[in-house]
Structure formats: structure tokens, C-alpha cells
């Protein structure tokens, strides 16, 4: 029974995202979704290696604007195809972040929080300095992207509407394999090397290279929502790697608790519509969405996630009588 409700939550969260598209007819409120929905990607990478590894990094947006530099420079030259491009950016990230990992994973706390912060402002400050090949500060406006990627015209992806189902069935399919992840033995071993290191590697098992890897995904599903962007806006500058972004991935990741795959998702959403509505009333949003954060901390410790889980916990047996 617990099979057949998972498969049938898939099947939801694959639907929503085009059911929506044939529902709304706001432009706003799709363009709200779509950058939502990647900015729940790149959430989900924070959430997942905090998840897994009971790690924070105050420097992820390092992955997630790195792929779209990437992009930047060598899709105009026309040397390869778009599409080698894309996954060359995305595997080159994830190596890249799997030998920093073997590094940095070493130490835990706030050490390897400000070993991230000192990752990701290096490379913003690079971009930012690189004026010859990044643009500098004024950043790189793609005018020279393919007619396609991946068989779909690349006007079509930087609609709103189109951008929504595409970006929606990739942030489901991720959610899935992180959900599938969570529930397999590496999942479990993960968690148990978050939670007692010492003890598992007195069992005989190796934590180094499991705690890169994990750091190594989590990177790779930021560079996803990271190429997503990009094709989306047609645009990238020094402002993605900063510390900022990674912040702000942070705050949706608490939003939506980590507890669940999903919770950073969920705290994107509320992250983007909160700042949309507060932002058409007042210049100081950002302390509105400070006073939320720190009220479901304080609150809802396990974020809004760990509410919409409880609740459907009481409200099952109720069902059943």
C-alpha cells in the first residue's frame, strides 16, 4: 500500500506542474512559478546536503553560477554543440565539487561553512575581476544562444509557460531520485555518518568518500537549476556566485525544512511569492521574510514541511475509521 501511494504522489507532482499550465492564464503569476521552481532546484541541493550530510554551505551559489559561466563563454564560440555544452558544464561542476569535497568535508561546523563562504566569494570575485571573459560586473547577455537544445526551440524554453513544465518535471524527476537516494542503503549510511561519524568508521566503513559524494550531488543538482537559469534568462552575472544567493537558498531551505526532499521546494515557493507580495507593499521585504524565518524556526523547527507532514499523519487514522 505504502508502494502504490508513492507511485501515485509521483505521478501528482509530475502532472501539477503542466496542469498548471493549462489553468493559469497570468503571465505573472508563470513567471513567479517558473523561477520558483528553479529556485526550488537550487534549494534542494542546500537541502539535500544538509539533509545527508548535516552540513551547511554559505557558498553553494559557487555551483550554481559556475555552469551558467561556462555556458556564457563557450556556446557563442559555436566550436561545440549547445547540448555538449550543458552536460560538459553540469559533469565539470560536479568534479569539481567532489575533489573540493575530499578537502573540505574533513571538517564540520562552521569551519566548513566558512571553507564554502571562502569557495564561492573566490569565485565571484574572479568572475567579477575577468572582465575580458566574464564581462565583469555587467555580466554576459546571451544574444548568440542555438534556435534548439535538446529539440526544443530556446524561444519556446524562455517563456514562462514552457519554462514552468519543462523545469517542473526536471525538479520532479531530481525530488524523485532524492526520495529513491533517502530510502536506499547509501541514504542510510549517509544519515548514520551524519549522525555518528566515529561509530561508522569504527563498523569499517569509509566517511571521507561518502561525505564528498553527497557534497558532489548537491552540487551537481545547483548546477542544473544553475544551466536552467540561464537558458531562462538569457543572462548571467557575478550576483549568481555571490554569497547572497547562497543565502538565499539557505533561507528557503529553512522555510521549507529539511526534514523532507521536498521542504526546500516548498520553502521557494513560499520564499518567491512571499517576497512578490511584500515587495508590492513595502522596499523592506527582506525584513519581512527575516520575521518569517525566525517565526517558523522558532515555531516549526522542522520548517513548513514537517507542518504539512504531521498534519496529514493525524488526519490519516481519522480517515481510515
Known sequence: MSKLRSIIAILALLAAGPLAATLIDSPLIFSLLA?????????????????????????????????GYAIAVW??????????????????TTLFAFVIGLAIVRVHGIAFGMLTLALGQGLYQAAARLRGVTGGFDGINLRHLPHDLF???????????????????????ILTLVWLFSRSHWGRLTEAIRDNEERVRF?????????????????????????LFIIYNAFISPD?????ASGEALIMAILGGTGAPWGPVVGAFIYFFLKHEAGTYTTHWLSIIGCAVILISALFPSGLAGVIARSIHLLRPRANR
Open 75 to 92: 556556446i557563442p564560440a559555436g566550436a561545440v554543440p549547445g547540448e555538449l555544452v550543458i552536460f560538459g558544464a553540469i559533469i565539470f
Open 151 to 173: 529539440g526544443l526551440p530556446v524561444k519556446l524554453l524562455q517563456q514562462p509557460r514552457s519554462m514552468l513544465v519543462v523545469t517542473w518535471l526536471i525538479m520532479a524527476l
Open 240 to 244: 549568481t556566485l555571490h554569497w547572497t
Open 35 to 67: 523561477q520558483s521552481t528553479i529556485a526550488g532546484l537550487f534549494a534542494l541541493s542546500v537541502g539535500f546536503l544538509i539533509r545527508q550530510n548535516g552540513m551547511v554551505s554559505f557558498g553553494h551559489a559557487a555551483f550554481f553560477g559556475l555552469p
Open 203 to 227: 563498523l569499517g566503513y569509509n566517511t571521507l568518500i561518502p561525505r564528498a559524494l553527497i557534497f558532489a550531488a548537491s552540487a551537481m543538482i545547483a548546477s542544473i537549476a544553475g544551466v
